[in-house]
């Protein structure tokens, strides 16, 4: 049996990914079970329901060299613990390639589109396979998720082009309305802890030879984030000294108006957004502008700055 | 312009690999050129003669950061030197991942089947882009070179399914006597140096903090191989010297009765063929049996002798 799970703290799109890929997989003849390695944010949560489709359950401890695959991540950093001693025999991502290595061949599937999920669809095509209605729901709704409905740079002609084509099998004829009850969905932060809300889309990155912790907070309602910055900013303080980092940093993108404050914990992050981006900080906030995108615009920035 | 190739010491299938991939990404609109990494083999040559195909020019220095295409391999010490100045944007291979990290996310399509043809080969009918004739004659003969014709136990079905396939486009009605002349162009040694005989198919694996060089003669007249034994030797122990070798190994392989006896220099090298293998070495030549395949079965149980 294949383990497949997504990245921890995950989003719509890793667990999804791992529901439809474990589901194709089974369809094609591999056993395969659906994990996730974490808590649902609001929006997947929404999306689960709507879809009637109950979450996954959480990884168990597996045996050593038990085979699993791994989808909308690829680095030991973002993965389950001791996934070295594990065999990875798939990977679906549309990431840059990390520090991953398999001791056997895989079947690795890769390519720089908007959202793991347009992949998966494609995976389907390819095979004759055709996609349940359940599991076109679940993808489109990653890559609305992924994309911001468009908004993200990352977004290619391939995801509005599968989503169009998911849309149709799920029966979903308002993809707009649709989209913004998700927004709503994941913006209702309610009383979160501020360390959940740092964590909710939340990844540590290799910079040299220092690592930074970068959180995403997708809201259509900035005005709640930024009126709990205080919490959010001990919550950062104490990962950082936690985790050994070097540097946090937690961007709040209003998905509507596609924009990016950042918050920013000292002078040390203040230095780098201002060096590396020209952003200057004004009460610990920092304005990125429309770099609504961490893996187009935040870190390969950061990545050139630090390489330099 | 993406450069595509494959990895040094090229084989028929890092060779034809990089011509069909090229070929493909330039008709589905990506402006891409084939080059090759070091002097063809003498069944190359006689493959490319037989479809009447020109041979891909030798990779020249790229400039920084410039796109690359890499087929059949994806390790640093098998390809060009300085890879991780230039941008990997493409992978398609058929190998254990290994040191490979990019800087933006890849188009990466690993699968664990025979050969990289049987790959390039699923990426037409996908995109339903037609082979043609001369892909179909180059990619046939990867397989058939790759899989030893379907002998080696890396073979897949769908490897044998795409051989049937391509046969019929290329025209090939005796896919074994096609075979067999492959066979014995790569067996036609001739006067071919010690060294080079020695780098024909051959690699470097880092094993732990050990490092070897593996090379493969695949043959159907090991008699001469073996004829040229002192000659060999002596090419091995240099190459040992120069590239600060933990190991060196020149497995000779009869391709029509599937054995390997491998070519040992030292007692370092039978040590460890012995308790890796429980291979005895007699007179500098230890009898791997029926290991043909150095992806499957001589490297893998390495790695695992070294791991202890």
Known sequence: MVAVFGHLNPDTD????????????????????????????????????????????????????????????NEGAQSVPGLADLTVTRVVDHHKLGDLTTSVPPYLRFEPVGCTATILTKLHREANVSVEPQDARLMLSAILSDTLHFRSPTTTPEDREVVAYLAAIAGITDVTAYALAMFAAKSDLGDTPADQLLKMDYKVFPFGEAKWGIGVIETTNPAYVFGRAEALRQAMDAEKANAGLNGVLLSVVDILNETNRTLVLSATEEKVLREAFGAESAGGVADLGARISRKKQIVPALEAYFAQ
């Open 14 to 73: 890793a667990i999804t990914s791992a529901l439809v890929y474990a589901n194709f997989l089974r369809r094609t003849g591999v056993d395969a079970t659906a994990y996730r390695l974490g808590e649902l944010n609001r929006e997947t949560a929404f999306v689960l329901s709507e879809a009637g489709v109950v979450a996954p359950e959480v990884l168990p401890e597996l045996p050593k060299g038990a085979p699993v695959a791994l989808v909308d991540h």
